[in-house]
């Protein structure tokens, strides 16, 4: 919703926050207590607090999106003319999520089979050298995709008014 609504400002300042802290307190554990599990329950916990705040954000932004309920009123009775999923959109719909959870698994496979290769045919050098390489053409990538989306956002603008 933040970036529909062109606020990428806010958008970039949560997930950048997000990051550092992760990142800081990823750090500290693998420092002081050596254990993998405590990497990953960190990412998973900073990915959580994330949402949270993003989910506070747009209440606090959009506060015309949260629909008020009755306290008498069931979890199906809030709106009459509810529409009921009709089974083919169903099987269709959980035919694609199956197509894309192959295609996430493929590009896993695709993409994060780099150092394999590199590690059986090369030393642990050229992964070192071929991991910098990456870093710094991600870094570059995200700095032309945050100018590329502000501009985008700036322009649609200007050609509305």
């Known amino acids: 919703m933040l970036t529909a609504s062109q606020n990428y400002s806010a958008v970039r ?4 926050g997000g990051k550092i802290v992760n990142i800081c307190f990823q750090l500290l554990f693998i420092m002081k207590y050596d254990n993998f599990f405590y990497y990953l329950l960190i990412e998973s916990l900073c990915v959580i607090v994330q949402s949270m705040i993003f989910n506070a954000k747009i209440k606090k932004t959009f506060p015309w999106l949260e629909q008020q309920y009755s306290k008498n009123s069931g ?3 809030y709106c009459n003319s509810r529409v009921k999923i009709e089974s ?3 099987k269709e719909l ?3 999520i199956k197509l894309m959870f192959f295609h996430k698994i493929g590009g896993v496979l695709v993409f994060n089979t780099d150092y394999i290769l590199v590690s059986r045919f090369l030393s642990l050098t050229y992964i070192s050298i071929y991991a910098s390489y990456m870093m710094v053409f991600q870094a570059v990538t995200l700095f032309m995709n945050v100018l590329t989306n502000s501009t985008t956002a700036g ?5 509305v008014n």
């Open 88 to 90: 083919s959109i169903t």
């Open 75 to 77: 979890p199906n009775d």
């Open 13 to 16: 300042l949560i997930q950048g």
């Open 155 to 159: 322009v649609g603008d200007y050609f």
């Open 94 to 96: 959980i035919r694609k």
